[in-house]
């Protein structure tokens, strides 16, 4: 433009050809076209008003000129016949196939079989490329960065082979990659896993490393972190979200497979393969973490980046770090989440440990979060129970969830029998009492309830009594209070008159085995 401007103007200077191509250092058959087209586009003005040069040159803006050079030089191109024509009649026909993934050699035969002209395959491809876009890349945009200590990105990458020192052997070592978009100033954690303790205990590392918090993480669509991936609403991981909650960010994912929706992060990643890990020999994990915290603050905090031509851990520190939110102070305490149905013994089985629920939830199945003190049951929504977190092995049972009639059993609770015996009748409790006197009370528990059994067939007042007779003879054998029960209700005219005192039941003999028998010669001498 610069050359065909200085044409011009030395042609409205009256300059002839020959001195015009000596001037410039072009050849006098381009300095002709020029001039040419410049007459055409009535850049020239006429012998009568050349006079006037400083308003001509006035008037050579870049436009003019451009009209000049593109006279001169034409687009390039092939011209476009007839079958160009046919497939511009076709351009929505051609573009939503393309969209379907079908292929030009089909969609030139579908044309076909439409009664269709036979478009050469060249001229059908050089349409699609050149109209449609199709074989060449889509046009992207450079995506505006955000504020200061808003975005962290977050990926992971395969760093390669690192000596495990627990197994002994060489595992293959991941990289938990976070760069600040602002600074892009970047941190690295060393993993041999990409479990949700490990995600979660890279984060606490970044978050001290970094001094603060960001506002928002956009970390990949890591199995982790998203339960089920999508672009509008993702599941995000309950235990990872409620992190989240407890850090104060939010959690922006990704679309599956959009490398471009976290370019900061993901360019870095093989940048950190080969600077940090390239030609290096690391003892063990622990070693190559030192040496990655130490690069993050010197060789990769100290560069100066291609982009922003600024070192990130000076634009971090001096722009970014005053916005961050707090650090944590302490570790956060990874829960457990679960689903878990109730048996029919009225527990759940949550980490290889059983809780108790209450009866009306038997077969139903509850939400559970367990962390390292307690254990929350929930059920639609609501908190239905907490117990204290048990080992594996471990019980955590609530009497109060059993029905009342089997709590005591369940639980071995000889006082409850104690106190239910002792409400029908003093005796019965003592008696009850008395059955429990062992050194191991509760293998005597099933006599209680054969006497509280009694009571419901013979009804109190007679087992009452019964009892406080057998205290009186020191009998205490629930079978033997049950005979004497049968034979009072079987004989009741028989049955012994209050306030008498009675022998001891194993004494008992029948009154005919008390009659005074003589002999014969006395009965003789009687007669006599």
Request: proline share 6%.
């Amino acid at each position: 433009m610069v050359h065909v401007r200085e044409v011009v103007r030395l042609r409205l200077q009256g300059k002839g050809l020959r001195t015009i191509a000596g001037l410039t250092g072009l050849d006098r058959k381009t300095v002709r076209r020029y001039l040419k087209q410049a007459e055409a586009q009535g850049l020239l003005l006429q012998a009568a008003v050349q006079a006037v040069v400083s308003d001509a040159e006035v008037e050579l803006d870049d436009a003019k000129v451009g009209a000049v050079i593109a006279g001169v030089n034409p687009a390039p191109g092939r011209p476009k016949g007839e079958t160009w024509a046919e497939c511009e009649k076709r351009r929505e026909f051609i573009s939503r196939h393309l969209e379907k993934k079908v292929r030009l050699t089909k969609i030139r035969k579908l044309i076909r079989r439409q009664n269709g002209p036979d478009i050469p395959y060249a001229t059908l491809h050089r349409y699609a490329v050149e109209e449609l876009g199709f074989g060449s890349q889509r046009v992207t945009v450079r995506v505006k960065d955000c504020d200061p200590g808003q975005e962290l990105q977050v990926d992971f990458g395969r760093m390669g082979l690192l000596p495990d020192p627990e197994s002994g052997r060489r595992r293959v070592c991941w990289a938990l990659i976070f760069t600040a978009v602002f600074s892009r100033h970047l941190y690295v954690h060393l993993t041999f896993d990409q479990s949700l303790p490990t995600v979660i205990a890279g984060f606490e590392r970044a978050w001290d490393f970094f001094g603060g918090v960001f506002a928002v993480s956009i970390p990949d669509n890591l199995k982790a972190v998203v339960t089920k991936a999508d672009p509008i609403k993702p599941v995000i991981n309950e235990v990872f979200l409620e992190y989240a909650q407890s850090r104060d960010f939010v959690v922006d994912t990704t679309r599956v497979r959009s490398p471009k929706d976290k370019p900061r992060v993901e360019n870095i990643v093989p940048f950190v393969r080969e600077d940090l890990f390239g030609g290096e020999e690391f003892r063990d994990i622990h070693e190559a973490q030192e040496r990655a915290d130490a690069w993050c603050r010197t060789d990769a905090g100290l560069r100066v980046h291609r982009t922003t031509q600024r070192r990130p851990i000076e634009v971090f520190e001096a722009e970014e770090r005053p916005l961050l939110k707090p650090a944590p102070v302490l570790p956060f305490d990874i829960p457990l989440y679960a689903e878990a149905k109730v048996a029919p013994d009225h527990h759940i089985q949550v980490a290889k440990a059983l809780y108790s629920l209450p009866t009306r939830y038997i077969r139903e199945t509850v939400k559970v979060r367990a962390d390292q003190q307690l254990v929350r049951i929930y059920f639609r929504g609501q908190i239905i129970k907490t117990h204290p977190r048990m080992p594996p092995g471990g019980r955590s049972t609530d009497p109060t969830d059993y029905p009342a009639e089997r709590s005591a059993y369940a639980m071995r609770d000889v006082d409850y029998l104690k106190r239910q015996a002792a409400a029908f009748g003093v005796s019965i409790g003592t008696y009850a009492e008395r059955l429990l006197d062992s050194e191991l009370p509760w293998t005597r528990m099933r006599q209680v309830y054969k006497l509280l059994g009694l009571i419901k067939t013979y009804g109190e007042a007679r087992v009452n009594e019964a009892c406080e007779r057998a205290l009186g003879f020191d009998v205490v054998d629930v079978y033997r209070l049950d005979r004497v029960l049968k034979q009072a209700v079987a004989n009741p005219e028989e049955a012994p008159a209050k306030n008498v005192i009675q022998l001891p039941l194993r004494f008992a003999r029948p009154v005919a085995d008390f009659t005074v028998r003589r002999r014969r010669n006395e009965e003789g001498n009687d007669n006599e």
